[in-house]
Nanobody, 116 residues
Framework: QVTLVESGGGSVQPGGSLRLSCAAS????????MSWYRQAPGKERDLVAA????????DYADSVKGRFTISRDNTKNTVYLQMNSLKPEDTAVYYC?????????WGQGTQVTVSS
């Protein structure tokens, strides 16, 4: 059974930082691409960042480039999203996703609120 559990969300002031974690189980983590998505109220779920199975390649949405960093630890079956210089428009539910070929699974999400 594939399980993805996000943590690290919360409320922060503009300019602050948060680090999200996604703990994975039930599959061979080191063989799967991992991604972070986010969904704001009334909006579609959008890709924020992705990292290949070996961590060698990453990709980011233009809106977060230079502020967010995705990383993974294949020894801990965990993917991270370091978020710096947070803005109110970063407020959303953040979801972890694993993907390999045509298969993919979602976590339950963690809320991030950026407000003064």
């Amino acid at each position: 059974q594939v399980t993805l559990v996000e943590s690290g969300g919360g409320s922060v002031q503009p300019g602050g930082s948060l680090r999200l974690s996604c703990a994975a189980s039930g599959f061979t983590f080191s063989q799967w691409t991992m991604s972070w998505y986010r969904q704001a109220p009334g909006k579609e779920r959008d890709l924020v960042a992705a990292i290949t199975f070996d961590g060698r390649n990453t990709d980011y949405a233009d809106s977060v480039k230079g502020r967010f960093t995705i990383s993974r630890d294949n020894t801990k079956n965990t993917v991270y999203l370091q978020m710096n210089s947070l803005k109110p428009e970063d407020t959303a539910v953040y979801y972890c996703r694993c993907r390999r070929a045509m298969a993919g699974y979602w976590g339950q999400g963690t809320q991030v609120t950026v407000s003064s």
